[in-house]
């Protein structure tokens, strides 16, 4: 296994090998980029699709696909988005805010379906 670096396509995909865990997403030399552990030896069958958004934009949230990580370009703050992967590395504070994101989701899954 190896880390791998990648430019993010603002609404592109890259193909990665099966398995491949998305590490964090950051600004390097002014261009928004991914780092992905992955198996270098492994085939490539995975599309992995990106959706970049800025904030104040709006989304269709059944499009944008996890939630991978913000990033602060100068006065711009885009949210990076990925669909695809077969799994996503979060750090110990997503991780702990987990079922607090997860009860929040469920009223408003309630409220929706109460007409509210």
Known sequence: MRIYKYDIPINGSIMLPAGSQIL???IQDDQVRVWILL???APKTEACAF???GTG???DRDSLG????TVRDGGFVWHVFARGVATIAVSAEDQ???PIKSVIDA???LAQADGR
């Open 66 to 69: 996890i939630f991978i990580g």
């Open 51 to 53: 959706r970049v958004v």
């Open 57 to 59: 934009w709006d989304v």
């Open 39 to 41: 198996d270098p030896d």
């Open 107 to 109: 009223i408003a899954e």
């Open 24 to 26: 964090s997403v950051g």
């Open 96 to 98: 702990a805010s987990a």
